[in-house]
């Protein structure tokens, strides 16, 4: 069977500071959701991507792949989103032409996760596991607090835990899974959630990690831009 790739890109980007939605701003010159289509297209094993785009962009969306070089092999549609990264994901399932087996869910705001990342994923699903997420140990020790409620920035918050740093993974973005599964964790799973894989969790179903990478870090606050480009610029030297 086939593999699809959906990336949700109707985010604002707040965090970002004001602007353009985050997914349509430059990257040394390019879109960073066109980094990130390329990113998922570059994996020989990618026959369709999903760009997910904000509600009033899709037809901005659909000009700009068009304008960018972008692989013969590979198809792409271009859906609206949703008020939520949930809602935006189921609304690009939705899209799925039948022949589809294996479904990747990739964040526009990693545009420069490397191929091999990508094959791990899906190599991963392929093998037998309806779930896999890419993941990278902690640098930081990590504390659970409670927080101080958003009418009080910057106040003291009490420390309740620090699990155990050895144990914990962050995880990233191509996240893969048997189609089924997902699709029935977004039938079924309401809670609002920050991962799809957190979805397939509260199915029962086992999700797996494998080694994720530097370079897939998720584009979020204006110094994750300066990095980015110079990532950009050591890839071109
Ligand atoms: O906000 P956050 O950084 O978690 O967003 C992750 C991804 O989800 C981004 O690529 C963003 O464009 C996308 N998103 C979306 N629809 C929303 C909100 C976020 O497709 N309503």
New binding site residues.
């Given amino acids: 069977s086939r593999t699809a790739v959906v990336i949700?890109?109707?985010?604002r980007g707040v965090r970002l500071g004001p602007g353009a939605p985050?997914?349509l701003r430059a990257l040394n010159g390019t879109p960073m959701l066109i980094h990130a289509v390329r990113a998922m297209a570059a994996s020989r094993a990618v026959s369709l991507v999903v760009v997910?785009a904000p509600p009033e962009g899709a037809a901005e969306v659909k000009t700009l792949l068009a304008d960018h070089a972008l692989p013969d092999r590979t198809d792409f549609l271009v859906v609206p989103?949703?008020?939520?990264?949930q809602?935006?994901v189921k609304l690009g399932l939705d899209a799925l032409p039948e022949g589809i087996g294996v479904v990747l869910v990739h964040?526009?705001?990693r545009p420069l996760v490397p191929v091999d990342t990508v094959d791990g994923v899906i190599e991963a699903v392929r093998e037998g596991a309806p779930a896999v997420v890419p993941a990278l140990p902690l640098a930081d020790t990590v504390k659970q607090v409670e927080p101080a409620g958003p009418d009080k920035p910057g106040a003291p918050e009490p420390v309740v835990a620090t699990p155990e740093r050895a144990r914990l993974r962050a995880v990233q973005t191509p996240q893969g899974f048997d189609r089924d599964t997902l699709v029935r964790a977004h039938a079924t799973v309401t809670d609002n959630v920050?991962d799809d894989a957190s979805m397939v969790e509260q199915l029962g179903v086992q999700v797996v990690v494998v080694p994720g990478h530097e370079e897939a870090f998720?584009v979020?606050r204006p110094l994750d831009l300066v990095l980015a480009e110079a990532v950009l610029a050591r890839r071109r030297a």
């Fill in positions: 949700p890109a109707a985010g985050k997914a997910v989103g949703g008020e939520t990264r809602e935006s964040d526009a705001a920050t998720k979020t």
